[in-house]
């Protein structure tokens, strides 16, 4: 597995997405609720690009007229087609079996007069 740097702490803002070139592949990188998650920057159904679509909530519902929004800031949807993807899992949403990549993320700090906390992508 090669780990790949891709910025620092400080560039990642709660609720936020960067989209960046990692080993050849675009990758959303995401925080939510102070962990960040990456995620290909591909819908499996006819390659758009999945992280430039809306970043929503899951939506539940107990019958007409009733929905709820939760887990905020967890759902992309794609551009083109508006499939429905968790971001933390790369799985889609009314059909699990059907995901995009999902990538390891760390924060990498060294003890040694560091400026900043490092942000790395494992592939």
Known sequence: MTRYLVGNVSEFEDGQKKIIAVGGKSVGIYEIGGQLHAIRNLCPHQGAELCRGVTAAWVDSSGPGDFRFEREGEIVRCPWHQWEFDIRTGCMVVDPATRTM??????????????????????
Do not use: A, L, N
């Open 102 to 123: 999902t990538y390891g993320v760390t924060v990498e700090r060294y003890d040694v007069t560091v400026e900043e906390e490092q942000v790395f992508v494992h592939m």
